[in-house]
């Protein structure tokens, strides 16, 4: 510790620190534009200069380190006069156009200048004028007010992993501009917004809407993915007009995805369901809520008495709050029927008997940036994770070894130390074949009645140096990611992963999909351990009678959407539950609008098994209404017993007595360790990963997501050597077929799939026909 002195107050601080650092520490204002916590120290914009005993000039706060019995004045009339030097030079060029920028009423150099600014300027010569730049249908640019603080730049290339911004020119011909002709594509571009301290760079979905004083702030929690990153909520006319990060350093620290950010559109859809509607002769009518109750409460008691309770099935997707899955399981129990489950997109479920407990991310999210040796199986990382991405990015900045078993070589932004690279049907293998080499180093037994199972298999050079680098290092973790828990030998996955990392002495985990993956869990919202019931997969397989759907739409949510859709229209009764009209018009009997997460409370549990609270923001639209309550009516009307609840806070209370989460909840293991077949099928696979603006309802239907270039639809991705099997060229069209469905698409080289598969997106309207996300398909020529 060092003791030092900041305006005439004595304070210990730690060694290696800034004066800035000291400053914070001890709650003492030094006003800055391009210094930033997270972000590394530029010192260009020079507001912070401070005056330091026996120094010969004034230093700059963020980057003069601290030493031994230095003595520190902010306030003394040398450092306010070279402060207000400072601002005098980045106002020459700055435009006077406060009353039309979007950033009036939280800007830095606006709220700066009343301080340090001079009532008018000594320059009389013309002010510069920066042409615009086009960064996308998510940034807009003003770049005449820039001030060339370069934080955007920063964080580009510390926080987002790639440099899409940069800086030419010298002296006042600087320009902040991305690479030529380029757009801002980052999945968390939306953060350069929050960074810039002028109004050079704002949200284009938000521009001239509303201003900064006439919103109202809410705290929220997002439902995109197991993150739960915390938000603020603007709302202005009960409408959500903006959506900000909400800093929890634990979670999402100070930063949010681009999908967080701007979903919020998809709120203000124009295809929002407010009315609830009943199909009648072929044709929907608006019906009166009490209507459309009873009308589900009778048809629901009939198929009942008709074909027993076991007909009726429950389907949800595990975006919903936990007291709304908890209300639907109850109400499907309550009938006599286990048939409930949130799993959508998992294709397995042999081991369901084996699971102990909710999986979960196995530690906390913080902690992902210390690990220094890390093993992700089957994961679109970036596009599924956006900010887990990011800290596992950081972790490999300092120092991290990375291994991957996947069927893409997507570019993950950071240095890959060891890579398998398979097609779906070798994954299995590929595991077997580390868990081998891991044996073989640690002299370690694997089990009988496993070992058995991987007879004939030989470990190749990949599989030993990836065992070799998870067999080093201390704090290390192995963890499943989403296309893993897609996969159609998701159960072999599973055991082969928790001997890997109990050979190791790695951490298992899942990176969870949804804001309650591990809700539904705690909810009772699956039918494993002691909930009994049909899976999500049975119920489509074999079509019962009658399906609730709480805002899922099986076109685009389900694992294998062909049998979805099938099963959806050979159905006696269809309640579509949701906030949107969707292709439930076509086969569904009812449909009820239910609010998006702004427009209800509720809870979601995220991926380390946090419990996060919140109260909507906003009233529901219309004759909308919060999904618990529909549930509630519903289980009261039907007589079922436990539907007595007034709130939220009641209906978690019924099954979280203790208000939150036991941590007995929370298991990655299987309590017993079986394979099936590790050897390699013949064909061609599927790599369905699900776009990342395609992922839930909300959304889907945000305008300005949809026009990125990640929302792209590219075709069908093969490998140079698959094309020449085919006899195909890129861009050329190729017939695919699965599940009985042909489509015709153009074929795209893409060297980053493996061999012997194909990467062709799911979730998307354009291949809601075909069949299993990571199953077998066929090509021709077209």
């Known amino acids: 510790m060092l003791e030092i002195e900041i305006d005439g107050t004595k304070v210990a ?31 260009n914009c020079r507001m912070c200069l401070v005056q330091v005993e026996k120094a010969a000039k004034p230093m700059p706060a963020c980057a003069t380190p601290l030493t031994e019995g230095m003595k520190v004045f902010t306030k003394s009339d040398y450092a306010v006069k070279a402060q207000k030097g400072v601002m005098e030079f980045l106002l020459i060029n700055h435009p006077l ?23 008018s300027s000594r320059y009389q010569e013309e002010k510069r004028v920066v042409k615009e730049k086009d960064l996308g249908p998510l940034v807009s640019t003003d770049m005449t007010r820039c001030i060339h603080c370069t934080r955007c730049v920063r964080f580009g290339t510390e926080i987002a992993g790639i440099m ?129 109750l009873q009308y589900v409460a009778n048809g629901l008691k009939q198929i009942r008495e008709q074909h027993g309770a076991d007909s009726i099935g429950a389907l949800a997707t595990p975006h919903q709050t936990i007291e709304e899955l908890y209300l639907l399981q109850k109400l499907v129990r309550g009938l006599g029927s286990g048939n409930v489950d949130t799993r959508l997109r998992q294709a397995d479920f042999s081991a ?35 900010l887990m991405a990011h800290r596992l990015r950081n972790a490999v900045r300092h120092g991290a ?47 009988a009645e496993l070992l058995a199972k991987l007879a004939g298999v030989v470990a190749d050079a990949n599989s030993v140096a990836i065992a070799t680098s998870l067999n080093s290092g201390e704090r290390k973790a192995v963890f499943l990611g989403n296309m893993a828990q897609h996969h159609q030998q998701y159960a072999d ?34 039918p494993v351990g002691t909930k009994t019931g049909l899976n999500a997969d049975a119920m489509l397989s074999n079509p019962r009678k009658a399906y609730l759907l709480l805002g899922v739409e099986p076109e685009l949510d389900c694992n294998n959407p062909a049998l979805a859709i099938k099963a959806m229209q050979s159905a006696d009764m269809v309640v579509a539950m949701s906030a949107y009209k969707h292709n439930a018009l076509e086969y569904a009997d009812v449909l009820l609008p239910i609010a998006p997460f702004t427009e209800t409370a509720g809870s979601f549990i ?35 017993n436990g539907f007595d609840l007034d709130s939220v806070e009641e209906v978690r209370g019924a099954f979280l007595p203790q208000g939150d989460l036991p941590k007995t909840a929370l298991s990655n293991g299987l309590s017993t360790l079986d394979v099936g077949d590790v050897t390699i099928a013949k064909g061609v696979y599927r790599v369905g990963t699900v776009p990342m603006y395609q992922a839930d309802a909300i959304v889907r239907r945000a305008e300005s997501l949809q026009k990125t270039q990640d929302s792209e639809f590219v075709g069908v991705g093969m490998n140079a050597a698959l094309m ?51 199953g077998e398909i066929k090509l021709e020529r077209a």
């Open 606 to 640: 995220n991926v380390e098994g946090k419990l996060q609270t919140f109260n909507g923001a906003v009233k529901p639209l219309g004759e909308t209404r919060p999904a618990w309550k529909v549930l509630r009516v519903l289980g009261t009307m039907m007589g079922l």
């Open 493 to 526: 996955l599973h055991t082969l992963a928790q001997c890997i990392a109990e050979m190791t002495g790695a951490t298992l985990g899942f990176l969870g999909e949804a804001a309650n993956s591990i809700g539904a869990y705690v909810a009772g919202a699956a």
């Open 724 to 774: 020449q099997k085919l006899n195909v060229v890129s861009g050329g069209l190729v017939v695919v077929e699965q599940a009985g469905v042909r489509l015709t698409l153009r074929s795209e080289l893409d060297n980053a799939v493996a061999d012997e598969c194909v990467r062709l997106v799911a979730s998307h309207p354009l291949t809601a026909g075909l069949g299993a996300m990571m």
């Open 13 to 43: 601080v730690p060694t290696g620190g800034t004066i800035m650092d000291a400053a914070v520490q001890i709650g003492v204002y030094i006003p800055s534009f391009c210094y930033h916590k997270k972000l590394s120290i530029a010192a």
């Open 164 to 292: 899409e911004m940069g800086q030419v020119g010298r002296g006042e011909h600087s320009e902040i501009m991305p690479f030529i002709n380029k757009t801002i594509d980052s999945e968390l571009s939306g953060n350069i917004i929050d960074l810039c301290p002028v109004g050079a760079l704002t949200s284009k979905p938000f521009r001239y809407t509303a201003r900064s004083w006439e919103l109202s702030r809410r705290k929220s929690v997002s439902p995109h993915d197991g993150l739960g990153s915390n938000l603020a909520v603007q709302v202005k006319n009960n409408k959500v007009m903006r959506v900000l990060p909400l800093e929890n350093e634990e979670i999402n620290e100070c930063w949010l995805s681009d999908k967080d950010r701007f979903s919020y559109e998809g709120l203000n859809s124009s295809q929002r369901l407010t009315q609830p509607m009943v199909k009648q002769d072929g044709k929907w009518i608006e019906v009166d809520w009490q209507a459309a």
């Open 352 to 386: 369901d008997a084996r699971v102990m407990g909710a999986p979960w991310l196995g530690m906390p999210v913080a902690d992902l940036d210390t690990l220094n040796r890390i093993l992700l199986i089957g994961s679109s990382l970036r596009q599924d994770h956006p």
């Open 97 to 119: 156009d406060c009353p039309i920028c979007d950033q009036g009423g939280e800007c830095s150099l606006q709220d700066l200048a009343v301080g340090y600014g001079g009532s």
């Open 401 to 447: 070894q990375f291994s991957l078993v996947n069927p893409v070589d997507d570019d993950l932004l950071m240095k890959v130390a060891h890579k398998a690279i398979v097609a779906p049907q070798a994954m299995v293998q590929t595991l077997a074949q580390i868990l081998l080499a891991l044996a073989a180093q640690t002299g370690k037994a694997i089990p």
